[in-house]
Nanobody
């Protein structure tokens, strides 16, 4: 049974930082494309970051380049999203997602390509 558990969200002031975690079970992070998405209230879900199974290729949405970083710990079977210099517009529910196969490398990732999802973790950034 595949399970992705998202954690690490919280409320911070603008300029602050958070590190989100996605603990995987039933799948291995080095055999899957692992991605982060976010959905702000009243808006569509959007892709934020993506890392390839071998960890050698990464992608960040333009809005977060220079501020966010995606990484993973194979031993812990966990993927991280380090978020620095947070802005109020980063406020959203953040979701981890995984898939074993991508027919097309979309950057930022497209949610239609992912079939396993975490429950989400809320990030709120105040000005």
């Amino acid at each position: 049974q595949v399970q992705l558990v998202d954690s690490g969200g919280g409320s911070v002031q603008a300029g602050g930082f958070l590190r989100l975690s996605c603990a995987a079970s039933g799948v291995t992070v080095n055999a899957n494309y692992m991605a982060w998405f976010r959905q702000a209230q009243g808006k569509e879900r959007e892709g934020v970051a993506l890392i390839s199974p071998d960890g050698g290729t990464k992608c960040l949405a333009n809005e977060v380049k220079g501020r966010f970083k995606i990484s993973r710990d194979i031993a812990k079977n966990t993927v991280y999203l380090q978020m620095n210099n947070l802005k109020p517009e980063d406020t959203a529910m953040y979701y981890c997602a995984a898939t074993t196969y991508l027919d097309v490398w979309n950057c930022p990732p497209s949610d239609q390509q992912y079939n396993n999802w975490g429950q989400g973790t809320q990030v709120t950034v105040s000005s």
